[in-house]
């Protein structure tokens, strides 16, 4: 090896040197005083909000609107179930396609009548 590459600085080395120095910064800001001081801060705030949570699910279910909106949403759900949905979506399905064949068929007649009144006409 020549005096050259000797003075050359080693990449892998430098990588090595970095990935010691990132592990020891790391340790150190896990042991760190504020480092658990903010810790013991956000489970704080967790539990607080937790707490806040609780009591807002217990309000809402002692909501009026909240007892009706389940209710309603429980029917519907039954009402999916027992096919009774399904049959009424099916019919208004039906009906609508049967009101836009007959609109397609009286458009069909027009452009009929109005393509013989053309031949006729010349």
């Known amino acids: 090896?020549?005096?050259?590459?000797?003075s050359r600085p080693s990449l892998e080395q430098e990588f090595e040197n970095l990935g010691q120095n990132i592990r020891e910064?790391?340790?150190?800001?896990?042991?760190s005083d504020e480092r658990k001081r903010l810790s013991e801060e956000i489970q704080r705030g967790l539990n607080e909000v937790?707490?806040?949570?609780?009591?807002?699910?217990?309000?809402?279910?002692q909501n009026e609107t909240?007892?009706?909106?389940?209710?309603?949403?429980?029917?519907?759900?039954e009402r999916i179930q027992t096919g009774?949905?399904?049959?009424?979506?099916?019919?208004?399905?039906?009906?609508a396609l049967k009101s836009l064949n007959r609109e397609l068929e009286k458009w069909i007649q027009r452009w009929s009548a109005e393509g013989k009144d053309e031949e006729t006409e010349s």
């Open 1 to 6: 090896m020549t005096e050259e590459q000797d």
């Open 25 to 31: 910064a790391l340790q150190g800001a896990w042991g």
């Open 50 to 61: 937790g707490e806040a949570l609780g009591k807002a699910a217990d309000d809402l279910q």
């Open 66 to 77: 909240v007892q009706q909106v389940s209710a309603d949403v429980d029917e519907f759900a």
């Open 84 to 95: 009774e949905f399904a049959q009424k979506i099916r019919a208004e399905t039906s009906e």
